[in-house]
């Protein structure tokens, strides 16, 4: 291929300074967006649950949130919780993650929290993509909404997936199960061994037209 015309990637590579960079840009965008939702940082953590030195050291980039705690931040700001991540993709929205690449995110701030590998997300992104390993017993952080339409697919293992209202459904490899983010949900490994799945959340617009 002519090198002029190769496509520009950008591939996330798991090391000290990549995680840095990803804790100050987390860090970042979550105090612009607290400042342009006009909130303290008293405010927005009493909102959130959590407490404000932690909320401090976050966006100092000192410390990364879990998921849950990024979800929590997402829904007192009013935004989804992809507009608080970096974008996973280079400059031309090509991205390409090789086998043990991608930024890690536990679902909760427990020590056995679940982890998930962060595939596909950030700002102007419509589509989200997490895969998460699910051991038995593993703390998978309780309810969670967002906006637009979800998809949790089991690529091994069995996995309940609980919709508040809605009611439970036991999958098993190869199976999914779709639905408006907006209905809370969770999820639990079902089986006796550790279940992989696949999460993608279609938001209703991109991010530039959710401001």
């Known amino acids: 291929m002519d090198e002029n015309r190769a496509p520009r990637v950008n591939t996330v590579l798991q090391d000290p300074d990549a995680a840095a960079d990803v804790s100050a840009a987390v860090g970042r965008a979550i105090r612009r967006a607290r400042e342009a939702a006009g909130l303290s940082m008293r405010a927005l953590a009493r909102s959130s649950e959590m407490s404000q030195p932690f909320l401090s050291q976050v966006e100092k980039g000192a410390t990364s949130p879990s998921l849950s705690s990024l979800y929590r931040l997402a829904h007192a700001l009013g935004l989804p919780p992809s507009e608080l991540m970096p974008p996973v993709s280079g400059p031309h929205g090509v991205s390409v993650l090789r086998r043990g690449e991608g930024r ?108």
């Open 104 to 211: 890690e995110l536990p679902v909760s701030d427990a020590p056995d929290a679940a982890s998930g590998r962060l595939l596909s997300a950030g700002a102007g992104h419509v589509l989200e993509v997490v895969e998460y390993r699910v051991a038995p017993g593993s703390d998978l952080g309780g309810w969670f909404e967002s906006d637009g339409e979800m998809t949790v697919y089991v690529i091994d293992g069995e996995v309940e997936v609980t919709l508040e209202n809605e009611g439970s459904w036991r999958l098993g490899a190869g199976e999914a199960i779709s639905h408006p983010a907006d209905i809370r949900h969770r999820w639990a490994a079902a089986g006796e061994r550790e279940a992989r799945i696949l999460l993608s959340i279609a938001h209703t617009r991109p991010a530039a037209a959710r401001q």
